[in-house]
């Protein structure tokens, strides 16, 4: 094992995860890990206020689907991202921010550009570390990646003190961890994803809402696949835009407060709906009564939690929505030829299983 | 409730962004009227090319979230479709642009107003605005160039289409400034609190 500070421990795990580069502005309290930019390949981008590097780590962690790295200082340096992790947290998008604490000694003691960041910013993150020893850095690192960047992505935040930076330990870099309770990937239950499927063909005016979970999950082949194969029209949530191409013939764009006029009334006029990663926010559904009235809801989501949430759903599948998608791809193969024939037509039959070997 | 009626109207803005954006572009918005505008009228042709903050509505998300975006891709084009409200809440970030070298796009819908809010109060308020005006204020040509990037005023179509062309093909961040009607609201509105099929139809 190798001695070294936390600072450079720091600088030394976020390498193994890939980091690239970090947004961010340097204070008193993070000075020891400024200090390693010095000394390492990680490329440092300067902002001008710790806000807008949370923005830029968020909107690199959506593009890129790997956790975007900001730093900041203790006290104000750390409420200036708050705004950043509340908006990444509300939109599942995978980032870690660090921020410097003061030593170890001084906290609790009101010393100066102190904040007990931690507590201020557990509602709005998915994790939240404060390593108290150097030796701990390389493991919350490892687990602060793993959490922010898997099941459904959000924020993770570690706040490290001064002295904690400062401070030589040796150190291990751990491969392998265990993060007790937390199991981000449920594999999608077959039966469930029959019964979504009965219940599509068994219903008079199914449409697929695709929300961002279809956007973070990349089911995109999936997604066109399924809609192409029943020809199903596709309406999205504002945050799904794009899950689906919007010249695409079945596409009727958003729905919700400012969705598209044919979409929001689509939606309305449906009996059967496949909602695909979305927690059916407000925003895009109305009034929650108005919406499930007279509607079975067929809910993916990776997050058990949004099952059930904010509407009452007739089948629930829990598990990455792109698996979840492929299991009813293969599973439409697997029906009677003669129905799918009858129902859809030879066609996109063909088409079906020209999509099934593609995927 | 109406829609501009004149040339720049929000949706023949975006159609013509989109007309000249390749299809791998990605897209960030601010949070407000141009937000969905541009979700009405910005069609996304290749998947996951667009981003927006929907959930909490953070105004001043969309120029430091494009700045994140192009570095994650340097290979495509990457805009900042924005209002001049949020615009203003992260617009310091052009620093970081010009000299970390990162060359986006921001593409203000500019009418100088907290648009949204003016709408509401428009449509719930009986007209009182109050808190809303912008006053022209500041002017966003002059703040790009005072940051080193490049300023265009678009006021007509063809300054808007030369405009777009001069940012894609720029080295340095583009701030296009596009003065647009008050007024212009935007629909269909299904308003808080209400079912899908009460939405609000253009007059």
């Given at each position: ?73 203790s006290g104000p340096g750390a409420t ?19 921020t410097?604490q003061v ?10 550009q102190e904040s007990d960041i931690i507590g201020m ?239 | ?203």
């Open positions: 094992m190798e001695t070294m500070t936390g600072a450079k421990a720091l600088m030394t795990a976020m390498e193994k995860e890939g980091v690239k580069q970090v947004f961010g502005l340097p204070g008193g309290a993070n000075l020891p890990m400024y200090d390693e930019f010095a000394r390492c390949d990680i490329r440092h981008i300067l902002v001008r206020h710790e806000q807008s590097a949370a923005h830029m780590a968020d909107g690199f962690g959506r593009v890129s689907r790997k956790a975007g790295v900001c730093f900041a200082t200036n991202i708050l705004t950043g992790l509340a908006t990444a947290q509300a939109d599942s998008a995978p980032m870690i921010a660090v410097g030593p170890v000694a001084m906290i609790g003691r009101d010393a100066f910013a557990n509602p709005v993150v998915k994790y939240a570390f404060q390593p108290r020893l150097p030796e701990e850095v390389p493991e919350a690192v490892k687990k602060g990646f793993y959490i922010a960047q898997t099941g459904r992505p959000g924020p993770v935040l570690l706040d490290i003190p001064k002295d904690v930076q400062q401070n030589e330990a040796p150190m291990d870099f751990p491969d392998e961890f265990k993060i007790q309770g937390y199991h981000p990937w449920n594999d999608p239950d077959i039966a469930s994803v029959q019964k979504a499927i009965d219940m599509l063909l068994n219903s008079e005016k199914p449409i697929i809402l695709a929300g961002g979970g279809t956007i973070i999950s990349s089911a995109f082949a999936e997604l066109q696949a399924i809609a192409e194969t029943l020809m199903l029209p596709v309406v999205t949530t504002f945050k799904g835009k794009g899950a689906f191409p919007e010249n695409h013939p079945l596409s009727l764009g958003p729905i919700g407060m400012h969705g598209h006029a044919e979409a929001n009334k689509m939606m309305t006029e449906a009996d059967c709906v496949l909602a695909i990663g979305t927690r059916f926010s407000d925003r895009s559904v109305g009034t929650f009564e108005a919406f499930e009235k007279r509607l079975k809801i067929i809910h993916m989501d990776v997050d058990p939690a949004e099952i059930g949430k904010n509407q009452t759903t007739s089948v629930a599948v829990v598990g990455d929505v792109r698996a979840s998608l492929r299991i009813m791809v293969k599973l439409l193969l697997q029906r009677s030829v003669k129905k799918l024939k009858i129902l859809f037509g030879l066609n996109t039959l063909e088409k079906l299983k020209h999509i099934g070997k593609k995927i | 409730m109406k829609l501009h009626p004149g040339e720049m109207g929000a949706a023949k803005i975006l159609r013509k962004l989109r007309e000249l954006l390749p299809k791998e572009s990605v897209v960030t918005t601010e949070v407000g009227q141009h937000q969905m505008w541009a979700s009405l009228f910005y069609d996304v042709i290749q998947p996951g090319t667009f981003f927006s903050s929907t959930g909490l509505g953070t105004m001043g998300w969309g120029f430091p979230a494009s700045i994140g975006a192009k570095v994650a891709r340097p290979d495509v084009p990457v805009v900042d479709i924005a209002g001049d409200g949020s615009f203003s809440m992260t617009e310091n970030s052009l620093a970081t642009a010009v000299l970390e070298d990162i060359p986006v796009i921001v593409f203000i819908l500019n009418n100088s107003t907290l648009g949204m809010v003016a709408q509401w109060q428009r449509t719930f308020y009986d007209r009182r605005m109050v808190g809303v005006d912008q006053g022209g204020c500041p002017d966003y040509v002059k703040l790009a160039e005072s940051y080193g990037a490049q300023g265009i005023r678009a006021q007509s179509m063809d300054e808007l289409d030369k405009a777009i062309k001069s940012a894609l093909s720029s080295d340095v961040a583009t701030v296009i400034d596009i003065p647009i009607d008050p007024e212009e609201d935007v629909l269909p509105f299904v308003a808080p609190g209400t079912s899908l099929s009460d939405m609000i139809l253009p007059s």
